[in-house]
């Protein structure tokens, strides 16, 4: 039994292989993470993780304020 794969963009089960495109990977905290998977039609529609992005970037502006000092 494979694993049941959805479509980043839409949220829609991809239920034709090869319709299905391989977009990324997330790295798990705690595991090895999974691929994240995307329509043949969607996969450049997809965009980094909003979430992610901005924590990454209250990161980054903490260490430049950190390194300014």
């Known amino acids: 039994m494979s694993a049941l794969r959805v479509c980043r963009h839409c949220d829609e089960p991809l239920t034709d292989p090869a319709d299905?495109?391989?977009?990324?990977?997330?790295?798990?905290?705690?595991?090895?993470?999974?691929?994240?998977?995307?329509?043949?039609?969607?996969?450049?529609?997809?965009?980094?993780?909003?979430?992610?992005?901005?924590?990454?970037?209250r990161v980054l502006l903490a260490r430049a304020r950190g390194a300014a000092e």
């Open 20 to 57: 299905a495109v391989f977009v990324a990977h997330e790295p798990g905290n705690s595991g090895p993470g999974r691929d994240i998977y995307a329509h043949r039609a969607h996969a450049g529609l997809v965009r980094p993780d909003p979430a992610a992005t901005a924590i990454l970037v």
